[in-house]
Nanobody, 125 residues
């Protein structure tokens, strides 16, 4: 399963980059999804990046567009979520997930087969 790392405590306005390592199969075939569960809220998809068959297209929810960037380093079997201008509303447990399906990356949790354990991100002054 994927393994997330990079979470922590940051102040509003700061940046943080999460990593998602996956050793099961060559990463290039998999879409990578990033999800967040904020305190008291349902888990939500925040961004994804397609695999090679989806031409590595990327999607984001509106609340993180322009602040978060999803990327991947297939040669390292690792995906990344760069988070800039963090706000208190970004606090939550962040998960990465892998989808072996072809084409574009889904923004639906049920389409992902492999899930990490999550990493806590806290944005607070």
């Amino acid at each position: 399963q994927p393994v997330e790392s990079g979470g922590g405590l940051v102040q509003p306005g700061e940046s943080l980059t999460l990593s998602c390592s996956f050793s099961r199969y060559p990463l290039r075939h998999y879409a990578i999804g990033w999800f967040r569960r904020a305190p008291g809220k349902e888990r939500e998809a925040i961004g994804c990046i397609a695999g090679s068959s989806g031409e590595e297209n990327m999607h984001y929810i509106d609340s993180v567009k322009g602040r978060f960037i999803v990327s991947r380093a297939n040669e390292k079997n690792t995906g990344y979520l760069q988070m800039n201008s963090l706000q208190s509303d970004d606090t939550g447990v962040y998960y990465c997930a892998m989808d072996p399906g072809p084409g574009d990356c889904p923004m639906v949790a049920n389409d992902y087969h492999y899930w990490g354990q999550g990493t806590q991100v806290t944005v607070s002054s």
